[in-house]
C-alpha cells in the first residue's frame, strides 16, 4: 500500500529538487520508506524556525540501503511530481 511522508526540507534543498539539479533524498530510515511512496515535502526555514508556504510532492522510484549508506540512513531516487 502506497503511503504519503511529511518531511521537512531546507530552502537550499527544495529549490535544487525544484529545478532538476537534486534527483533524490538521505534520509534518517526511521519511516517505512518504501519504492512507489510520495514524499509530501514541506520547506521549512531553519533560520525563523518555521514553515514557508511552498511545497512539493516526490515520487520515491528506488531506495539504496544497507552497506552502501551510512547505517540507519536511506538513499532514495525521487521524481518530482505534478502537485
Known sequence: MT??????????YYNA????RK????RKADRNFKV???IHLKEWEPLNEK???????VRI?????????IPGYCLMSI???DY
Request: net charge negative; aromatic share 12%; proline share 2%.
Open 61 to 69: 522510484t528506488y531506495i539504496l540501503e544497507g552497506q552502501h549508506v
Open 3 to 12: 503511503q504519503t511522508h511529511e518531511l521537512k526540507i531546507w530552502p537550499e
Open 79 to 81: 521524481e518530482l511530481e
Open 23 to 26: 534527483k533524490f533524498e538521505l
Open 17 to 20: 529538487i525544484l529545478d532538476g
Open 51 to 57: 514553515y514557508t508556504e511552498r511545497e512539493a510532492l
Open 36 to 38: 512507489g511512496d510520495y
